[in-house]
């Protein structure tokens, strides 16, 4: 998942007292000491007016300006609040429905228990747009719903699935994550399914079935564990008597799957699969009988 990093820095120096090395800073956010002083150089030549947010000083480090401690807590504590909150959802949507310790997802933000308490709230708001729910248990946090509500959400939050998402942005956004490798491997999943298939997959279904591979190879990959889907059984056999060239497509792409991330996907990953494609192939045969009807025309 991508680091929001030029925030966590400045996070990290709003709750120091004096001047702090670039040795310091990569060593409580787990980065190089490169990193910091590039990501440094950045924050102060995004702000407007020759105003530099974090000051140096030669021998001493680094420090945020007090002036803009103070419009940190004024004018931007809300937008702070928002991509905390954004960035939490993120994890609790890809570990769901593992629940995860609230210490560990708080300690890079370097904030007060009567925030996080205040972030629940915003969260528990969030999640209600996807019908999930925010659990808290033991100092654990996690995420209930179906699982179908769940990829829905991760789809929109962490791809930015909207009306007008093309290949070219996810691909931008894969390469941030890992130079593009996941991003190739699904789109040579949704090539095989168009040649095995003798149909081309069009927007939006490209665009879906895009964003449900991706997706879960990163879960798979992080958390090893997802919910099943409620009537794998049933809807496996229904499926294999439906179509059995789509099924067959879909256990292929299952299978590739676990072969390229090292862990086995459980086999009702086929019957979310099955679901894109066959709504896919139904959506190109009604195209083809609308360009039929027109040329008999």
């Not at 060593?27 to 530099?52: D, F, M, W, Y």
């Not at 000051?55 to 937008?79: F, N, T, V």
């Not at 290949?167 to 999943?189: H, M, P, R, V």
Request: with cysteine; glycine share 4%.
């Amino acid at each position: 998942m991508k680091r929001q990093l030029n925030q966590e820095i400045v996070n990290y120096l709003n709750n120091q007292s004096d001047f702090v090395t670039s040795d310091q800073i990569a060593l409580a956010l787990n980065v190089s000491k490169a990193t910091v002083t590039r990501r440094i150089v950045e924050i102060n030549q995004s702000k407007e007016g020759g105003c530099q947010p974090i000051l140096s000083e030669r021998g001493r480090g680094y420090k945020l300006s007090p002036g803009i401690i103070l419009r940190l807590e004024d004018r931007a504590e809300e937008s702070i609040a928002e991509e905390r909150c954004n960035e939490i959802i993120k994890e609790l949507l890809f570990a769901s429905p593992k629940r995860l310790r609230t210490y560990e997802l708080y300690e890079k933000f370097y904030v007060s228990e009567s925030v996080i308490a205040k972030d629940r709230t915003i969260i528990a708001d969030k999640l209600a747009k996807w019908h999930l729910v925010l659990v808290r248990s033991n100092r654990h946090m996690s995420i209930s719903g179906t699982e179908k509500d769940i990829r829905s959400a991760i789809m929109e939050t962490v791809l930015n699935l909207n009306q007008t998402t093309d290949i070219s942005a996810l691909e931008e956004y894969c390469k941030g994550i890992n130079n593009g490798d996941d991003f190739l491997f699904t789109i040579q999943q949704i090539e095989y399914a168009s040649t095995a298939l003798d149909m081309v997959i069009n927007y939006p279904y490209n665009i879906s079935l895009f964003a449900h591979i991706y997706v879960l190879i990163e879960r798979i990959r992080l958390y090893r564990h997802l919910s099943l889907h409620e009537s794998t059984p049933s809807l496996l056999y229904e499926e294999k008597m439906f179509s059995p060239e789509i099924y067959s497509v879909c256990k292929k792409i299952v299978d590739n799957i676990g072969i390229y991330v090292g862990i086995i996907p459980d086999e009702s990953e086929v019957v979310y699969l099955f679901e894109y494609l066959s709504t896919a192939r139904i959506s190109n045969e009604e195209k083809k009988k609308l360009m039929f009807l027109s040329l008999a025309r």
